[in-house]
Nanobody, 123 residues
């Protein structure tokens, strides 16, 4: 299983970005997928997760109402739409795939990790 995260970049505060996480595995469509992020000098933290069918999602309080996770299983891809970006959203964003249909906010629930894509929000 390989996960490829992309879509990061430099954006001004208040702007938007859409991240993509493309997977190579054949079971991606029946597994939960999450986004985590790690800011400079900080530990990696949970951002959001989506269940296998896309019908259930969970968000960290810090991004609720601004970020939206969704998936296209036909394309083996999960997306993270980020609106209203703030400088504190600056981080390396990782996508991760669980081996279960539903998963939560803990890193140990996710077996496969992408390489990360950098998001930088300027003030």
């Amino acid at each position: 299983v390989q996960l490829q995260a992309s879509g990061g970049g430099l954006v001004q505060a208040g702007g938007s970005l859409r991240l993509s996480c493309a997977a190579s595995g054949r079971t991606f469509s029946v597994h939960a997928v999450a986004w985590f992020r790690q800011a400079p000098g900080k530990e990696r933290e949970f951002v959001t997760t989506i269940n296998w069918s896309g019908t259930n999602t969970l968000y960290a309080d810090s991004v609720k109402g601004r970020f939206t996770i969704f998936r296209d299983n036909a394309k083996n891809t999960v997306y993270l739409q980020m609106n209203g970006l703030k400088p504190e959203d600056t981080a390396l964003y990782y996508c991760a795939e669980a081996t279960t249909m539903v998963a939560g906010s803990e890193q140990f629930e996710y077996a496969y990790w992408g390489q990360g894509t950098l998001v930088t929000v300027s003030s």
